[in-house]
């Protein structure tokens, strides 16, 4: 067993366990026992960050997917509503790359723990605003406030969904690619821009 010298550390490696024995077992069939094992800690000590289990799955969400790292200001580019949806796109899908693990956690929990479905909410409504903002940036005019709220919707449900699954054993399961999000990003811009901004 480890010391606990190293606080900060202690948390990580707790959460670093945590995502990959949730990811490859899920939650229910994940023990505090277990995780405690994996980090090298006592199972007390694990409370002692964590007061419950789930708390160590909120943490962990709460942690490891976050909109707050979306900056609106550097994404958007002025006059090109465009590139400014497919810059947020391959941004929230890279970050989704990055993390396969944390991605299973999410698929597999979702439907089943409120702790993921909170942090999906509250995440979902960062994404939203930033995609908002980053749209408002970007666009060479004004529009209906209303019309600009519902690309940004469409826009964050769109690089969120899961990517469908192959239909043949031979194809490979993928993400959305570059093209469909610029096709969708066009007709998304397009119906914005011929809106006018209503009070």
Known sequence: MRSDSDPTGTRIRILDAAERLFARHGFDGTSTATLASAVGVPKGLLFYYFPTKPDILTALLDERLSASTLDPTLLAVPNDPVQ?????????LGDRA?????????????????????????????????????????????????????AASAWAATITARPLEPHRADEQARDHEVVDLRALARVLSAGLLSTTRTS
């Open 98 to 150: 990055a993390s396969r693990m944390l991605r299973d956690v999410i698929w597999h929990e979702s439907h089943i723990r409120p702790e993921v479905q909170a942090v999906l909410t509250r995440y979902r409504h960062a994404l939203h605003d930033a995609v908002a903002a980053a749209l408002q940036a970007s666009l060479p005019r004004s529009v209906d406030l209303h019309a600009l709220r519902a």
């Open 84 to 92: 400014t949806l497919v810059n947020l796109g391959e941004r929230v």
